[in-house]
């Protein structure tokens, strides 16, 4: 299952608690950024601390490399009990 990572404290909770049921019952779970150009527990100022103001912040931002992104991997259908898969077109 792919998921899309939101970074607001509700949001971080749900999907946690959701990932962990899945991974339980078997299904791979992968997240990815849905909202940020970088998570901000990535972008810290020279001294190694979180920035305090957003011009810093996103100075440094400019000036950072972008990682490719990886490909979404082949995903696999899996249809419920009793359910049957019909070709629309």
Known sequence: MITILL???VSLVRDHNIKEK???NGIRV???NGDLLFEPWNIYD???HAFTAFDPFWN???HMQMQAFSSIPSC????AEGTTLIKLL
Not at 76 to 79: A, M, N
């Open 30 to 32: 992968q997240s990815y």
């Open 76 to 79: 696999q259908l899996i249809l």
């Open 22 to 24: 899945l991974v339980e």
């Open 46 to 48: 020279e001294t190694g």
């Open 7 to 9: 970074s607001d404290p």
């Open 60 to 62: 440094k931002c400019l």
